[in-house]
């Protein structure tokens, strides 16, 4: 999967987005819970109105999954609070391994006008 890496003043990735076309919400939480250094992944449930889709801890920190200015085309993958020194990029790692289904990916290419993409 592609993702959008999100980097500080001396190049550390702390957060990255990916495009939410290509992966249901069910597989975000269960790529999280397989990254290395992962731990507490809690996903959001059908009755809160928390605005996090997902909520984890990345080596101590606590980190989340939403959509930023209700933006619906990504998710924002990175520490809660403003924290710029946490290296995520272990977290990045695991999704950029992540493989959507075939009527995903043709799904996702329609909705996006990218058709030949490749993965």
Same mark, same amino acid.
């Given at each position: ?8 003043? @001396? ?9 939410? =076309?290509?992966? /249901?919400? *069910? $597989? ?9 250094g992962v731990s507490g992944t809690l996903p959001r449930r059908p009755s809160r109105s928390?605005?996090?889709? @997902? ?9 989340? =999954?939403?959509? /930023?200015? *209700? $933006? ?46 490749r993965w």
């Amino acid at each position: 999967m592609r993702t959008f890496p999100i980097k500080n003043a @001396v190049g550390i990735t702390y957060a990255f987005e990916i495009e939410n =076309v290509y992966i /249901p919400a *069910g $597989d975000v939480a269960s790529t999280l819970a397989r990254a290395d250094g992962v731990s507490g992944t809690l996903p959001r449930r059908p009755s809160r109105s928390d605005q996090y889709l @997902v909520s984890f801890q990345f080596r101590g920190h606590d980190c989340v =999954v939403w959509e /930023p200015f *209700g $933006d619906k085309s990504r998710y924002w993958i990175g520490p809660k609070e403003a924290e710029r020194d946490v290296d995520i990029a272990e977290v990045e790692k695991a999704f950029k391994q992540y493989q959507p289904a075939l009527l995903r990916r043709l799904l996702g290419g329609l909705l996006s006008l990218r058709f030949l993409r490749r993965w």
